[in-house]
C-alpha cells in the first residue's frame, strides 16, 4: 500500500501479484481485498483492462462477499466506471445499477 500511495505503480502491482500468490490454493482463502488492491494499482497506473480483470474476479468469486462485502459491492462501480471509460455505456449503466442495488441501504 506504502508503494500505491507514493505511485510507485510497478512495484505496487508486483507486491500486490506476490502477496496474492502467497494465499493457499483455498478458495475461502483468497481475499477480495487483496485483489481490490491490485485492481486499484493497475486502475491508477491507466492499465484498465488489467484492473477490469481483477475487479471482474472479485465479483465472479463465491468466497469472500461476507467478510469482505464492501469490497465486492464497491467492485460493481469500479467496473461501471471502467466500461464508461472504454465507452461502454450499457455495460457501465448494467454495473452501476448492480452496485446501488448492493448499497441502497449502507451506512452513510
Given at each position: 500500500m506504502i508503494e500505491l500511495k507514493?505511485?510507485?505503480?510497478?512495484?505496487?502491482i508486483k507486491n500486490f501479484k506476490e502477496a496474492l500468490a502467497l494465499q493457499s490454493d483455498n478458495p475461502g482463502d483468497k481475499r477480495a481485498d487483496y485483489v481490490e488492491s491490485l485492481a486499484t494499482a493497475y486502475y491508477a497506473s491507466g492499465n484498465f483492462d488489467k484492473a477490469q480483470a481483477e475487479y471482474e474476479r472479485i465479483t465472479s468469486a463465491s468466497a469472500g462477499r461476507i467478510d469482505y462485502g464492501d469490497v465486492y459491492a464497491l467492485s460493481f462501480y469500479e467496473l461501471g466506471k471502467i466500461y464508461e471509460q472504454k465507452g461502454w455505456k450499457g455495460k457501465a449503466i448494467e454495473q452501476y445499477e448492480k452496485f446501488l442495488a448492493l448499497w441502497k441501504d449502507a451506512d452513510p
Open positions: 507514493q505511485k510507485n505503480f510497478a512495484n505496487a
